[in-house]
């Protein structure tokens, strides 16, 4: 599972337990984090909440908004409600089409690879682009864009 974070203010992680000693040790601005295995409900819940309690905004993949795709789903087409999407490439490849720039201005999305044996690809519509690429690879496990579209044009941003 990968969460993102941004911090409001400069305070120390070091009474976080959840996380690895790595991030707890250099308190800087936090902008992902992954965890090998999921985490439990209550141990999710507790994350947040420590997050929280330490002055950090908490942005996550909430159920509503968090989806993992598969080979049998590709081609997928994003939909309204995705926010983040996890692609699994363990049976085969995986396209991910993304809606037009021009239907969705602003919009932001998180594709991530939970797993690579195959392809992953993010696939522009029609003639829009990903930073002028077009498909755009996912090549590393645990490798994810963020991508946003702008208010006019027709290239997807990686941010």
Known sequence: MIYYF???????LDNIGLFPTSVRTNPTVITQIAFDSPL???DYDNLVQAMLDQGYEVAT???SGFRTITSADSPYTVQDTDQ???ADASGGDVDVLLPSVAS???????????DVTND????PDGSDTIDEMSPLPISIRGQSFRIQAPDTGSDWAIT
Do not use: C, F
């Open 6 to 12: 941004r911090q409001i203010i400069d305070l120390s």
């Open 40 to 42: 439990s409900s209550t």
């Open 61 to 63: 993949a909430s159920s």
């Open 84 to 86: 983040t999407i996890r």
């Open 104 to 114: 969705s201005p602003t919009r932001v999305i998180v594709i991530l690879a939970s």
């Open 120 to 123: 992953v690809r993010i696939i």
